[in-house]
């Protein structure tokens, strides 16, 4: 397995980045809740806080949400060099009064790329299993192999930590 972890600042040109961030953080823009980050077995954070936000953005072979064309200036982006999508979702996480860590987890069961884009800057970050860290700042992209354990965390300085999360081959 790639134990690679690749991590590019200004990701996106600003425009097209601004784009994306003010659509997906905008009043307009359909979220759903869900009462759990992270499975149960893998969970090390208190009940009250395995909560957040979610708009699937494409799934299941088919574009989820109105947003998808936007996406397509990521998904052919050099560093991406996406042949097929599996899945797309935007992440909210809300603020807590302590960082809380969610706990490590693979997206899919099976060998692909997961990409993390970071649409606003905070304190939270993505941690892998080995103890790597990636903060999260605004326009920042990390690609790494799907197989790497990895979590994220709340933040404590900002209202919300948002982040698009890819999966693909």
């Known amino acids: 397995m790639n134990t690679d972890i690749e991590v ?3 990701f996106l040109e600003n425009p097209i980045f601004q784009t994306i961030s ?10 759903s809740y869900t009462d759990w980050i992270i499975d149960e077995d893998k969970r090390i954070c208190d009940e009250l806080d ?8 494409y799934n299941d072979n088919e574009p989820r949400n109105n947003i998808f064309d936007l ?4 998904l052919i982006h050099e560093k991406v060099n996406c042949k097929s999508i599996i899945k ?3 992440n909210l996480s809300f603020r807590t009064q302590e960082r809380i860590i969610h706990g ?6 099976y060998e692909c790329k997961t990409a993390i884009l970071y ?15 990636v903060g999260s700042i605004a326009n920042r992209m990390v690609i790494f ?7 994220g965390t709340t933040c404590t300085d900002k209202k919300t930590r948002v982040v698009l999360n890819f999966n693909y081959f």
Request: hydrophobic share 30%.
């Open 145 to 151: 192999n799907s197989q790497l354990e990895h979590t």
């Open 119 to 133: 649409l606003n800057t905070n304190d939270g970050s993505t941690i892998f299993k080995d103890g790597r860290e």
């Open 104 to 109: 490590h987890h693979v997206d899919l069961p």
């Open 88 to 90: 797309i979702k935007a």
């Open 71 to 74: 996406m397509k200036s990521i």
């Open 22 to 31: 003010e659509r997906i953080m905008g009043s307009y823009f359909q979220w």
């Open 8 to 10: 590019y600042d200004n």
């Open 50 to 57: 395995n909560h957040q936000m979610y708009s699937l953005i």
